[in-house]
């Protein structure tokens, strides 16, 4: 019997892991072919055993399976209930919420060909490594793991490159005097999340005028304007041998076949309905698919709503309402603190902008124990410089900002290589992150995000869902990546955050209830085997586009 110890507090339990029969070591899933020396097994006492033992963050009470990926996992409740039911499913959950981990343990059962895809290259590489870890195979099955660029590329690929954000931003920064009445980033936006994102097709200037007010970010008296730069958008893009993938899923619609015999799409926030329409084509069975993902974590422009997405699937709006989707609200990863202060962020959205929609309107549940800290830090040359000393040799920190051009900034202070951007930290998760600038370099967008609210606003336990009196108010649209991009920030770390800002009297921080005050830094410096571990991660979070880093550069 192969078995090994894990310890949730004070409790340590025994998992048995295989029985090994004849001792016929090299067939173990789990030595993977190791020569077993019996002479060189040590002896250890009890004790010693139970202090190697693997830490959980969670283990049911009563409910003794587990299951197994990088690491063990016990399922709540909720997670049980979800994990036992038939497909079709659609699961909502919070950030920690173990939903990436739930749907993998799902897939594990199907039989056929199966497909996990998400729009994080980095993302759909670490399911991957998280899939086939500790030897796992299933005989019947061959899963394929695709980040959503791939999958377009599997069924044909597109000529020319993705047009990125930059891309946008640079063309539209040569049209800006003829069309100064609009926002680069809201355009981006309704190009993607609106006018191409139609499962039917691209919107007609007709039917584009036609939206209702809450389908548009914009008012009708600009959205003939609006689609002149749609159709100038669609020019350059030949132009500049460039794609949009929303358009290639239009264009790919007539070549997508059968094929696959289970799909799992998870982060399905971040992928538009004409997109995920695609998948759902490559389906040999209809409903036999599985989607998860969190409004709360929306850093791409695309105009999500769980009501487009049920829409797919039930065209009867009333039909569509009473669809179940599945809720997780408990957080595994996040210490107390950092689910304080996440909740904090949701309340105040929601008091400043009322209900996203009722599947979204929640608080997350912190699991466990560990409080840990969050510290307001002064954007001080010193404080940074001293700081960097103590983070740049260790595998625990990582430093996140905003958008992509905001690392050479943080670059001149910060050695580490574990700096990234809002965009590449889906799926990370580090003990400590540091938050640079966040706030400080969008003090106005922040400021109009508080506007009104008083901490007294904030002295509740639930969101009760409440649909906005001016549907007119576009004020979440615009202002929704800010909130979102933060919240993703406060929720990829497992115990301590650092706030590094020069407003640090911006009044978001008076909401939030983090003030300056002494600062305590823990950092143990990374052995050479940490520092290779996590450039074997790093490998998978790059994406195809970011240059690879040495171990040197580690």
Known sequence: MLFTLIRYGDESCALMLEVISNHDYDKSRFLRGAAIDDEKIPEIGVDEAIREAQPVRYLHPERTTIHLLDKPISFDDTQE?????????IVVGCAG????????????????EMLYVTHSAYLAQSARALYYANGFEHAAQEAVF???????????????????????????????????????????????GVLAAAPDGVLTRDEYLALGIRQSIFPIELRDKLYDLFEKYRDWLAEAKLYDLNLVAQDWQRLAAPRYDFVVIDEVQDITTVQLALVLKTLREPGHFLLCGDFNQIVHPNFFSWSQVKSLFWKDPKLAERQEL???????????????????LLKIRQRRFVSIDRESNFLVQAVGSDTGQIALMPDKELGKRELDQKIRQSTQFAVLVMRDEDKVEARRYFATPLLFSIHEAKGFEYENIILYRFISDHRAEFSDIVEGVARADLAVETLDYRRAKDKSDKSLEVYKFFV?????????????????????????????????GQVRVEARQSTLGDWQKERASWSCKASRNRPKRSVAQF
């Not at 209930?81 to 499913?89: D, H, N």
């Not at 590094?500 to 009297?505: K, R």
């Open 97 to 112: 919420s173990g939903k990436t981990a739930l749907t993998l343990e799902k897939l594990k059962h199907g039989e056929g």
């Open 326 to 344: 599945h809720v997780l609200t408990a957080n595994f990863r996040n210490g107390l603190e950092a689910t304080r202060v996440a909740n904090q």
């Open 484 to 516: 979102n991009a933060l919240y993703v920030a406060l929720t990829r770390a497992i115990r301590n955050i650092y706030i590094i800002e020069s407003d640090t009297a911006h009044p978001l921080f008076a909401l939030l209830d983090l003030s300056l």
């Open 81 to 89: 209930a979800i994990y036992r039911r038939p497909a079709p499913l």
């Open 146 to 192: 695709l980040s959503y660029r791939e999958f377009v590329e599997s069924i044909r690929v597109p000529p020319g490159r993705e047009a990125g954000w930059r891309d946008f931003a640079g063309w539209f920064a040569r049209l800006r005097q003829a069309f100064k009445e609009f926002d680069g980033h809201q355009v981006f936006e309704e190009i993607r």
